[in-house]
């Protein structure tokens, strides 16, 4: 196998393949590179397949024309030449209902995860006078995409998560979180994360999330990076039109606790659907949050796991 298919970019495969197999179906004939294309992808995949893992169906659309034309292993262009266009476009077409499911299922999902991230931010808005909101953006150095496949993500996220529950140093007087798991054509398996800390105890949040970030590097060994939400420069930008939702949010201002919650719905946001994970481990949570606890330790950790 030719050396160039030994360490694929996980996530951009799986978007690429998504994109070939849309492209396939709506095509009314073949493009001047369609076999070499769908060589690439198929000596990709065939390359990075895992039998535990769950893909999306249109990953599942390219893996059936690979095992019924026995695509697998050794694959030269001449095999694929004879698979016609019709061929392999009706191949895909069979999966385009499952792929439509898909779209429905995860819209219902993410507003049902809204519906539970709202209620739980209005559980801890309505137990605290000030809250302090921090927003980050952690995913992976373009450079170094290709080392990381979902187990690895999981991992690292899991890792993570575990330094929250445990209070670790930056960690301390949190009470509450929420995560989201996505994956982008550019920024490949990412994780957008809110943290809320007690108020009257913690006020720099432009540090904690330059601290949280950090951990994620020591994580990832360097091989991550993320996005601080909460630098001023980024924070101005929301306050000149009055709708900054991070920071320090006090319950008695209507205006930054409506705006906190729309800042933090952005987490599951239905219309992202370009967004959601292609490949996932069984049972696998894309979205979690802490537990709202009304008793001397009210924060309680109900998602450190990425499992069900």
Same mark, same amino acid.
């Given at each position: 196998m030719n050396s160039q298919y030994l360490s694929p970019n996980h996530s951009r495969l799986m978007i690429r393949i998504e994109q070939f197999v849309e492209k396939t179906i709506q095509a009314e004939y073949a493009w001047y590179e369609f076999h070499e294309e769908l060589l690439d992808l198929v000596i990709e995949l065939d390359a990075v397949f895992d039998f535990e893992l769950q893909y999306s169906a249109y990953v599942k659309a390219m893996l059936e024309l690979i095992w019924r034309n026995q695509l697998n292993g050794e694959v030269?262009? #001449?095999q694929m030449n004879d698979l016609s266009f019709k061929q392999v476009q009706q191949y895909f077409d069979d999966f385009? /209902? #499952?792929q439509i499911k898909e779209q429905k299922y995860f819209i219902s999902s993410e507003k049902r995860n809204r519906i539970v991230l709202v209620e739980y931010l209005d !559980? +801890?808005?309505s137990h605290y006078s000030k809250l302090l909101f921090v927003r980050v953006d952690l995913a992976y150095l373009k450079e170094r995409q290709h080392q990381v496949d979902i187990r690895t993500f999981q991992q690292d996220v899991h890792e993570l998560i575990g330094f929250i529950q445990d209070g670790d140093r930056y960690f301390s007087d949190l009470e509450g979180y929420a995560w989201? +798991?996505?994956q982008g054509k550019d920024k490949g398996f990412h994780c957008h994360l809110l943290l809320i800390y007690n108020g009257s105890t913690r006020q720099k949040d432009y540090y904690l999330a330059r601290q949280i970030i950090q951990r994620w590097q020591e994580i990832t060994e360097d091989d991550g990076y993320g996005f601080n939400c909460n630098t001023p420069e980024?924070? !101005? /930008?929301f306050r000149r039109n009055d709708s900054l &939702?991070? &920071?320090m949010i006090h319950r008695d201002n209507d205006r930054e606790v409506q705006n906190a919650i729309n800042t933090c719905s952005y987490l599951v946001n239905p219309e992202k659907s370009n967004q959601q994970l292609r490949v996932k481990l069984p049972r696998m949570r894309s979205f979690g949050t802490g537990s709202y606890k009304r008793n001397h330790r009210r924060y309680r950790d109900r998602g450190y796991s990425l499992n069900t």
């Open positions: 030269n262009i #001449d385009r /209902q #499952d !559980n +801890l808005i989201a +798991l996505e980024h924070k !101005n /930008q &939702g991070i &920071g």
